[in-house]
């Protein structure tokens, strides 16, 4: 990795925390097989930090998975993971909360054609962690925990679908099983019933922004946005970049 180029992706950096644009095939909890980059060493290669001299190193306040691009969040302190951490644990009604936003390309099935132009889903993530997949229920039961997000239909073409997500809670794959359960498939996305896969191998849903407060600045507050790492047509089309 050369330190110009990651460069590039640090969307906002301090004593206490970095911003990476993450790229899909990247873990953001570690390595689990071959081929797949552990983003906390890129992390810690590009601020110069030796795991073998330093207590503490980059660690992921809230997780991506795998195949998942975007804004992602470490912390470079033990006292600035706690406050991070207890900023993502909050619910939307208590301040100092930090609020993720992302962008999906779904395919453009009956259920995404039905789907309401704005709205909340409310579902109770349970996780298999042999098949490391999550299934949305209607109701709560046992090992079941509450997932929310918000959502907007921005556009819909022939193929595909552009959704606007806030994700409100954080749970394991929770916006690809709560779309999944509607019958609405993110592009990519073979794990939860998309029709093809992508040549990068990752999957159409991106971090867009975080919002979130400053540590180490009382009612100070960081925004950071970041485009796909890779645009192509299909992303110029839906997200109006250019």
């Known amino acids: 990795m050369r330190k110009g180029d990651f460069e590039k992706r640090v969307l906002f950096v301090n004593d206490d925390l970095i911003i990476v644009n993450k790229i899909a095939g990247e873990s953001t909890d570690g390595v689990f097989k071959a081929g797949i980059i552990d983003l906390s060493k890129e992390i810690s290669a590009y601020l110069g930090i030796?795991?073998?001299?330093?207590?503490?190193?980059?660690q992921a306040v809230?997780?991506?998975?795998?195949?998942?691009?975007?804004?992602?969040?470490?912390?470079?302190?033990?006292?600035?993971?706690?406050?991070?951490?207890?900023?993502?644990?909050?619910?939307?009604?208590?301040?100092?909360?930090?609020?993720?936003y992302y962008w999906a390309v779904v395919e453009n099935s009956l259920a995404f054609k039905k789907l309401p132009e704005a709205g909340e889903l409310v579902h109770?993530?349970?996780?298999?962690?042999?098949?490391?997949?999550?299934?949305?229920?209607?109701?709560p039961g046992k090992l079941?925990?509450?997932?929310?997000?918000?959502?907007?239909?921005?556009?819909?073409?022939?193929?595909?679908?552009?959704?606007?997500i806030e994700l409100v809670t954080g749970r394991h794959h929770q916006i690809r099983a709560q779309?999944?359960?509607?019958?609405?498939?993110?592009?990519?996305?073979?794990?939860?019933?998309?029709?093809?896969?992508?040549s990068s191998g990752?999957?159409?849903?991106?971090?867009?922004?975080?919002?979130?407060?400053?540590?180490?600045?009382?009612?100070?507050?960081?925004?950071?946005t970041a485009d796909p790492p890779h645009i192509d047509r299909l992303w110029k089309d839906f997200a109006g970049l250019t």
């Open 62 to 100: 809230h997780r991506l998975d795998v195949p998942v691009s975007g804004c992602v969040l470490f912390a470079r302190n033990a006292k600035a993971a706690a406050f991070l951490g207890n900023c993502f644990a909050k619910s939307v009604y208590e301040e100092g909360r930090a609020e993720k």
């Open 124 to 139: 109770f993530i349970q996780i298999n962690k042999k098949k490391n997949m999550s299934s949305a229920w209607d109701k």
């Open 179 to 198: 779309f999944a359960a509607l019958g609405i498939h993110i592009k990519g996305d073979l794990k939860y019933g998309s029709k093809r896969s992508e």
């Open 144 to 164: 079941r925990k509450e997932a929310v997000l918000r959502y907007r239909v921005k556009k819909g073409g022939v193929n595909y679908g552009f959704l606007e």
């Open 202 to 224: 990752g999957i159409r849903l991106h971090s867009r922004s975080l919002y979130l407060p400053d540590p180490s600045l009382e009612g100070n507050f960081i925004t950071v």
């Open 50 to 58: 030796d795991g073998k001299k330093n207590s503490f190193l980059p």
